[in-house]
């Protein structure tokens, strides 16, 4: 049986590939509130594509989709905090006005090549200033997964894919490298806490008298 690999699946639903200009290009700004109706517009067209990429992939750490990304160079975005229930976060004109010197790093996807996964270090904390529809301003402080969904989307904006923060010397994986790397740590993880029972099963027996006396 053919599987279909994970960047058709996104070219399948609309989601504009790596290579193509548009995803370069610097997204143009909305002049809020005159440009209301596109502003909307876009917000509603990302929300649609969200909700039809929500039907074939489920994000566990969350995810985001920028305008450029559905064909519309404007400096619109829309990010899924992880959690059922948890409100979009709509980004439009967004810009990093102070961003924190620690770093983490972190594999990031991008719906626009999502046959890999790659490591990016970003600021673990951010203040983000978007534009309201009626022109006025917001600023917000965002924190570690949250902080590089948006950080991911506002780069989007600049023209700039993840793989341009990665370190140089580091490429992106294969997804199935990635899930592979997963594993490896949930085995790791279970190994070690499997030990850590094991140790405390011992002890705890060591202080019986019980066994304090058989061991005479
Ligand atoms: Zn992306």
Not at 154 to 179: C, F, N
């Amino acid at each position: 049986m053919d599987e279909v690999r994970p960047s058709d699946q996104m070219r399948n639903l609309g989601v504009v590939q790596q290579g193509a200009p548009i995803l370069a290009e610097r997204a143009r700004p909305f002049s809020l509130p005159a440009d209301h109706d596109a502003a909307e517009q876009a917000v509603e067209r990302l929300f649609t594509s969200i909700e039809r990429i929500a039907q074939v992939h489920t994000f566990a750490k969350g995810m985001g989709i920028a305008a450029p990304q559905i064909g519309i160079s404007r400096a619109a975005a829309v990010v899924q905090p992880p959690g059922q229930g948890a409100d979009a976060i709509v980004l439009l004109n967004p810009r990093v006005t102070e961003a924190a010197v620690e770093t983490d790093e972190q594999f990031e996807g991008c719906l626009s090549f999502f046959n890999v996964r790659g490591m990016v270090p970003r600021p673990l904390r951010i203040t983000v200033e978007t534009t309201n529809l009626d022109g006025t301003r917001t600023s917000k402080v965002y924190e570690r997964g949250l902080a590089r969904l948006i950080q991911h989307e506002i780069d989007h904006l600049d023209g700039k894919l993840y793989t341009a923060r990665m370190r140089p010397g580091v490429d992106p994986i294969s997804v199935e490298q990635y899930r592979q790397t997963g594993l490896i740590y949930s085995c790791q993880a279970s190994a070690q806490a499997d030990r850590l029972w094991r140790h405390q099963v011992h002890e705890a027996r060591g202080l019986s008298g019980a066994e304090r006396g058989a061991r005479q």
